[in-house]
């Protein structure tokens, strides 16, 4: 092509454009700022509720405290009350008061301490030295009448009341009062200033932390306050207290809040009842922005982001400029290169990117006059039918060889002529149709045709080329025939295989139907598994009792037969004439027939009782209270005739008189799992073993009990699948793998427990069940519901 179409490119403009040094600046603050804010808010993220978290959970151990130290010193009231009624048995009528002016003392633990008589009227009074001058006037006075004297005469037992009238003070006070043998009562009066007062004591270090306070209150049962650990007891309750969501949730007998605004500030909730009296102690702690801490943290995060803006606002100048400076060197001496001078040293600096920068523009620069060169070369190369048109003249400027080769045309025939002239336009147009949408840049599809009047389906795509005032059209006429024809088929296969799909979609679901079949049949197959293994070891059980009863009813049978033989002689000698020796020899004979039968009646007695309590428990999921120790040896001993003949030692450390409320049901079936797993696995082969059983309280709440064995061990690739169904290192030996799985069922799901092993090979195993003492309220199931739980 004889004009080219290639010019220098138009500066654009920059009404918009930041200058470089107020652009790096703000790029620089932005960024160190954006990166402080995404640290401090995740600081602040993750810290903030890791601070109210540990707020509520004091909060909750301040108030269960507050209320343990309530309930023992409650308890040490009530010893000393009991130490004072041991005194009053024997001291003399006149002793009487001075003995409970002692107990009194200074009047900081007791108010009073009365003596009733049957009839409920005082017989002697100790008080404090202020009420003192009061003693003679209550002589005689019948209290009969109060509430907490009629329940202790009707229950007869120690009693205490948060509401009692005071004798002295005129006023509500705690009292306690006890009956003594002789039908008298003490009557003890307890201010609630000494109760609450020592009971916060000991919290106070921790209440007076500036970063963490906690006030503890004290109410009664109705919600109407009674002291804090601010002020104390006060008089009366503050008249914004009736507004709380606190006052209202106790007063209406619902679960108090664990949250609350008190006068504008928000806090934290806990509320722990006593044992002894209907009273509550509350705890509360601020929390979120009027928590100190929560505060603290907010505040170093604020003032570390006006740390780095102030930082990024003093540094990011001396930055910027020194970067800009390095810049313009290289945009004037590419400036210059725009001009049309050959520059052949370009500025170098301490910046890397900008120094390659610098090589990369003087490359381009050496490159340019050799790719004008060559567009010429490319332009006839490439693979897409090109044209360059002249829209304002109707003429075509230039064709590359694609086009020529799509068309049929000749370049130098075509070249300078008008456009609407050529034939490649169908014959119905005559002439290149105006589309607006080649004019706006987008694709269109267009019916073309070759030279030799084969019609083309083309997608045609304009560009817009300015060049010195002139605006100029570079057409891309792509013949996409061939793909059109390609798209069709492979639709026509698409749709084949979407048919296949449906086809193999519903196969698949047949086939799911069948597998969740096999599962409902295998799940059937493992609780008729599970019924068995239950029903072998009931008669396996069964055997073993029956077994062990015939040697102590064989030993009476034969001592009775013996005795009848004797009994049979002694009638004859009597017939023949009776001697003392005879009689002698017979009533020796009775003696020790009738010793050797009840020994071994009583014997076969505590098999059949022990076996009849343990086959009671196994066959239902009822709940009882029992001891854990008798239980063990109830366990030990059904289970004793079944591995009697075995070289075997069994170790029992249970804890004597522990009480459990549970179900010894399924703990004695855990216990006889976790027995027999020990000797059938565990000392399987050895010339003897030892299994020990050892049970012992955790703590007030939880209880431990734990099988161990000598013998072989586990081996470490069965230790997480030990509690898994169906997995036995006896399959097809009479194992079914199911005695763990029970246990774990019952011991987790019923117990409210769990359950945990530790065993090295060649070391033994070690079972633990961890259960609570008291456990969890459920609907009653049966044990095959539970055995059959996953």
């Not at 930041?18 to 401090?40: E, H, N, Q």
């Not at 900008?354 to 790719?371: D, G, I, T, V, W």
């Not at 020899?585 to 010793?595: K, L, P, Y």
Request: charge should be neutral; hydrophobic fraction near 45%; glycine fraction near 6%.
């Amino acid at each position: 092509m004889t004009n080219s179409i290639t010019g220098p490119i138009a500066p654009a403009g920059d009404r918009h454009a930041w200058p470089l040094v107020s652009y790096l600046m703000g790029l620089l603050c932005l960024s160190t700022l954006l990166a402080f804010s995404i640290v401090g808010l995740t600081l602040l993220l993750i810290r903030i509720p890791q601070l109210e978290a540990d707020a509520r959970g004091r909060v909750i151990q301040e108030a269960r405290s507050a209320a343990r130290s309530e309930d023992l010193l409650l308890h040490s009231i009530e010893e000393r009350l009991e130490i004072l009624a041991a005194t009053l048995r024997a001291p003399r009528p006149e002793t009487l008061a001075e003995v409970l002016n002692q107990a009194v003392g200074d009047g900081s633990t007791f108010l009073s301490i009365a003596l009733l008589s049957p009839e409920g009227r005082v017989q002697a009074v100790g008080a404090s030295t202020v009420w003192r001058w009061r003693q003679k006037e209550l002589l005689g006075q019948d209290l009969s009448l109060s509430p907490l004297v009629a329940r202790v005469r009707f229950q007869q037992r120690l009693l205490w009341d948060e509401r009692h009238p005071s004798m002295m003070a005129g006023e509500r006070v705690l009292a306690l009062a006890r009956p003594l043998p002789d039908g008298r009562l003490l009557l003890a009066e307890v201010p609630t200033s000494f109760l609450f007062r020592s009971a916060t004591e000991y919290q106070e270090p921790i209440r007076g932390s500036a970063t963490s306070p906690i006030s503890l209150w004290l109410l009664d049962a109705s919600g109407r306050f009674m002291a804090n650990s601010e002020r104390g007891v006060v008089p009366s309750e503050p008249a914004y207290w009736r507004e709380t969501a606190l006052y209202q949730q106790l007063r209406q007998g619902l679960e108090p809040p664990e949250h609350m605004v008190l006068q504008g500030v928000s806090y934290h909730v806990a509320v722990a009842k006593s044992q002894y009296v209907d009273w509550y102690v509350a705890a509360l702690t601020p929390r979120g922005l009027d928590n100190p801490r929560v505060m603290a943290w907010i505040t170093l995060v604020s003032t570390g982001f006006l740390g780095m803006l102030l930082i990024g606002v003093v540094l990011s100048p001396l930055w910027a400029t020194g970067l800009k400076r390095a810049l313009q060197r290289i945009v004037e001496q590419a400036k210059q290169v725009a001009s049309g001078q050959v520059l052949s040293n370009w500025p170098k600096g301490p910046v890397r990117e900008f120094n390659s920068l610098s090589e990369h523009l003087e490359s381009m620069s050496a490159s340019l006059r050799e790719r004008q060169q060559h567009f010429r070369a490319i332009f006839d190369v490439s693979p897409i039918a090109l044209a360059v048109y002249d829209p304002e003249s109707d003429l075509l400027i230039d064709l590359n060889e694609a086009a020529c080769r799509q068309f049929g045309l000749v370049r130098e025939a075509v070249v300078g002529q008008p456009a609407r002239l050529l034939p490649i336009w169908p014959e119905r147009e005559g002439r290149p149709r105006r589309d607006p949408r080649l004019v706006q840049g987008e694709t269109v599809e267009a019916r073309l045709r070759h030279a030799d009047g084969t019609e083309l389906t083309c997608r045609v795509s304009v560009r817009v080329l300015e060049r010195s005032g002139q605006t100029w059209q570079v057409w891309a006429l792509e013949d996409i025939s061939e793909a059109q024809r390609h798209a069709q088929e492979l639709k026509s296969l698409n749709e084949a295989l979407e048919a296949r799909v449906a086809q193999r979609t519903e196969a698949l679901q047949r086939a799911n139907d069948e597998a969740s079949q096999a599962i409902d049949r295998l799940h059937e197959t493992r609780d008729n598994l599970v019924r068995s293994e239950k029903m072998a070891a009931l008669g396996g059980l069964v055997a073993g009792v029956a077994h062990e009863l015939n040697t102590p009813l064989g030993n009476s049978l034969m001592a009775i037969s013996t005795l009848r033989d004797e009994t049979q002689q002694f009638k004859d000698a009597m017939a023949a004439g009776l001697r003392k020796s005879t009689l002698e020899a017979w009533i020796d004979c009775v003696d020790q027939a009738t010793s050797i039968s009840a020994r071994n009646l009583k014997r076969a007695a505590d098999l059949v009782t022990s076996f009849k309590q343990v086959a009671v428990d196994q066959s239902s999921a009822q709940r009882r209270v029992f001891v854990l120790d008798e239980l063990v040896n109830e366990i030990l001993l059904t289970l004793k005739p079944t591995y009697s003949r075995l070289p075997i030692t069994f170790e029992v450390q249970v804890a004597s008189g522990l009480k459990i409320d549970s179900y010894p049901g399924h703990l004695g079936q855990v216990l006889t799992n976790l027995i027999t797993n020990a000797i059938v696995h565990g000392l399987d082969g050895l010339p003897r073993g030892t299994v020990r059983i050892l049970g012992a309280a955790v703590d007030a709440d939880w209880v431990s009990l734990q099988v161990m064995d000598d013998g072989h061990g586990i081996a470490p690739d069965l230790i997480a699948r030990v509690f898994d169904p169906f997995v036995t290192t006896r399959m097809g030996r009479g194992g079914t793998g199911l005695g763990l799985n029970i246990s774990y069922n019952a011991a987790t799901h019923v117990l409210g427990g769990r359950i945990e092993v530790r065993s090295e090979l060649g070391q033994g195993a070690c079972f633990s069940v961890v259960f609570p003492r008291l456990a969890p309220a459920r609907a009653e199931v049966s044990r095959d519901d539970v055995q059959t739980w996953d």
